[in-house]
């Protein structure tokens, strides 16, 4: 209440604010936030598509673990327009370009990096095409090896972000270098905030509906730094740290995913600005500790739709963008300032009551749950009523302003009018976009969505979610290995009785010397999948035995994906494979050059197999798993294909994570350039 009362009281007096492009009347600008946003969402793009390419022979290519070509079927409809309404994959086209499957892959990756560095480096290169291209282009990724290898949340949000890039993006074709501030601009940006609301929200009030004792207990911090999937070498010693600080941790997670998003839509631009900040820090410090690909950075992307143009720095500001600083009356700073005493007294007296923080003597600071489970399903109904009536609430004031704006103060009938036509379709997209943005956030109150949100809404919902434009999230969601954690060996070997020798991979754990690596924003797709196999069994995991298939068989494109294999497996593949379950640790104290150590016995996750065991056979006939060599284009082939081998043969052997900084660093060094350089000679690299 006192929140919705501030955005009635802002709307009465806030007159003063900051005013871009003379001539056009009061416009609190976020052109360059905008053009930050586009940026980075051209930077994760980059990322994303150059990290998936390097291991998509292993993953899906011919002699991969799971095929693509095995999976992909074009839909049956009567029309070609509605085949591609149905499943708009654009490898449906590799045949008519006469590219094999995993050519179109590589096609589209590639394709793929180029947008996203041309439209990362150059403003010009920034519009809704580039971007609604971009978007369809890791979506037919994404339909193609969403199982098991891109069904990951960072990779739904990804999805969801680019969609809605393409709408924050100019209309205007690309090389076009205006850059004149739209009316409709804020309506588009509030549609990434809301994404970012959604996804903190959701992510920690799921944490306590799930139950979860350490969640509940405050203990999940000491068991998460250990126990998540790819730690950082910062997470050894962040697994020291006194117990005590891991509970103030889980407090501070519940604070900032929970209670600071509603400060995104205050009506005081300190506290959007605070809230904003808060989130970057939350994940700069996670990238501290943990690999966790580009999920960080594109959340960090998504906080700058906090920010207005003059809460940057200069060096940030796009180049013919002027700014001229508010001048609010007494009354204003005053209310201001009184409600952000109020709001911050009111967060901390809440925070100590409900988590029962105390200090001892000894200067530590205590910290438990008050309320029960209970009391928390009741303040969660409350909550998502709150988040959607402060959501429909912030949005159509920032519709009433575009509106006002374009009647009031455009110049010219023909301005006006245009600027109005345009404000009324981003009005009637951001309302669609929200709509179906609210029945995720919805369904948190666990009961039938048909009680919770319209009947049409949910209809829209439902029919749009193949695309994945409005997902739901819930990030640790329950945290995992807390009686140790759970590491698959696989082992091979030329007889069944042994002796065994393991293989290593690139990036988890499993050799006990091997440091925790930093791979990120490379995401090691098989080495997490390893890490979900530990927490479940082969039996709910099929692709394991076709990546033991795989090994069996010596196939070069998957062990790519992992380290050498053993000495005397080399130049052949072993005759028997096995995985066992280890539970790992780390190591208590500096051990000479060991991280990890092995807790108690291994128990057998998949039992010794042969190539020609009738298992093995089955499993191969059943996901045709071939293993001839990929063919060579041949002499007559197009100059596409050709072209896409010779891409290929000449990253052979280069790591993930070494091509996805060779492909970041450049571009980022050119847009330092502007940076630190304002008067960089090329315009066409300004922001």
């Keep these: 209440i006192l929140l919705l009362n501030s955005v009635m009281v802002a709307a009465a007096v806030g007159k003063g604010e900051s005013v871009g492009q003379s001539g056009r009347g009061s416009l609190r600008l976020v052109e360059s936030s905008r053009q930050i946003f586009l940026s980075g969402i051209s930077l994760v793009f980059t990322i994303a598509f150059t990290s998936f390419y390097m291991q998509a022979p292993g993953l899906v290519g011919r002699n991969g673990i799971t095929p693509a070509m095995n ?63 971009m978007y369809t282009l890791y979506y037919s990724l994404f339909q193609s090896a969403s199982r098991p290898w891109l069904g990951f ?76 999937c790819i730690p950082t070498p910062l997470a050894w010693f962040a697994h020291k740290q006194p117990s005590w600080v891991s509970h103030l941790s889980v407090v501070g997670v519940y604070l900032i995913e929970i209670v600071l998003p509603f400060l995104f839509f205050s009506p005081v631009r300190s506290q959007r600005k605070l809230a904003g900040w808060v989130q970057i820090l939350l ?63 009111g967060i901390a007296y809440w925070t100590v009551r409900l988590f029962d923080l105390q200090l001892t003597p000894d200067y530590v600071i205590k910290s438990r749950i008050t309320f029960t489970q209970a009391q928390f399903t009741q303040f969660t109904h409350v909550a998502v009523i709150l988040a959607v009536v402060v959501g429909c609430v912030a949005l159509l004031w920032e519709v009433v302003n575009a509106i006002y704006g374009s009647l ?71 945290m995992t290995g807390v009686d140790g954690r759970p590491e698959v060996v696989i082992e091979g070997s030329d007889s069944p009785d042994g002796p065994w020798a393991e293989y290593h991979f690139l990036y988890k754990p499993g050799n006990e010397t091997q440091p925790p690596p930093w791979v990120a924003p490379h995401q090691p797709r098989l080495d997490w999948q390893m890490w979900f196999a530990a927490l479940s069994s082969p039996e709910f995991q099929p692709w394991f035995d076709s990546l ?45 050059a060991d991280w990890w150590r092995r807790v108690g016995k291994p128990s057998v996750y ?3 197999v ?26 007559n082939a197009g100059f596409l294909p050709k072209l896409v081998h010779q891409i290929r043969r000449s990253v052979i052997g280069v790591s993930g994570e070494a091509l996805c900084w060779s492909v970041v660093i450049p571009i980022v060094a050119m847009k330092a350039g502007r940076v630190f350089l304002p008067k960089y000679p090329l315009h066409c690299f300004y922001l």
């Design 153 to 228: 949340q960072w990779d739904l949000l990804l999805l969801e972000a680019g969609f809605l890039a393409a709408l924050v993006a100019p209309l205007n074709i690309p090389l076009s270098l205006s850059l004149r501030a739209k009316r409709h601009d804020r309506i588009a940006m509030f549609l990434v905030k809301w994404v970012l609301f959604k996804l903190m929200f959701m992510s920690g009030i799921v944490k306590l509906q799930s139950r979860c004792e350490t969640w509940w207990g405050l203990t999940a911090m000491n068991y998460h730094y250990e126990t998540q």
């Design 606 to 608: 998949r039992k010794p």
């Design 408 to 478: 009031v103060l455009e110049k010219g009938v023909g301005g006006k009018v245009f600027s109005l036509i345009q404000t009324l379709v981003f009005t009637v997209i951001g309302v669609v976009m929200f709509s179906l943005s609210v029945v995720p956030i919805a369904d948190l109150t666990q009961r039938d969505i048909s009680d919770v949100t319209p009947q049409f809404v949910t209809s829209l919902y439902q029919d749009t979610y193949y695309y994945h434009i409005a997902n739901s999230y819930g990030l640790f969601r329950r």
């Design 548 to 592: 033991l298939y795989r090994l069996l068989n010596g196939q070069p494109e998957v062990l790519a994906l992992l380290n050498q294999p053993p000495d005397q497996f080399r130049s052949r593949p072993p005759k028997h494979v096995r995985a066992m379950l280890y539970k790992y640790a780390f190591t208590t104290a500096p051990s000479g």
């Design 283 to 345: 994940m700069l410090t996670i990238m501290l500790t943990g690999n966790y690909t580009f999920f960080n950075l594109l959340t960090c992307v998504l906080a700058v739709s906090c920010f207005e143009d003059r809460d940057l720095p200069s060096a940030l500001q796009s180049h013919d963008v002027t700014l001229v600083e508010e001048n609010p009356g007494k009354l204003v700073v005053y209310s201001r300032r009184a409600f952000s005493v109020f709001l911050y007294t």
């Design 71 to 133: 999976v992909i079927e074009r839909p049956q409809a009567k029309t070609e327009l509605a085949k591609w309404v149905n499943n708009p994959n654009l490898l449906y086209l590799s045949k008519q370009f006469g590219l094999s499957v995993d050519e179109g892959l590589d096609v589209v990756c590639i394709i793929g990096i180029v947008l996203g560095v041309l439209s990362f480096a150059s403003r010009i290169m920034r519009g809704s095409v580039v971007y609604f291209l």
């Design 610 to 635: 042969a190539v020609s065991s009738k298992d093995m056979l089955n499993h191969a006939r059943q996901h045709k798993l071939d293993t001839k060599p990929v063919p060579r284009p041949a002499e």
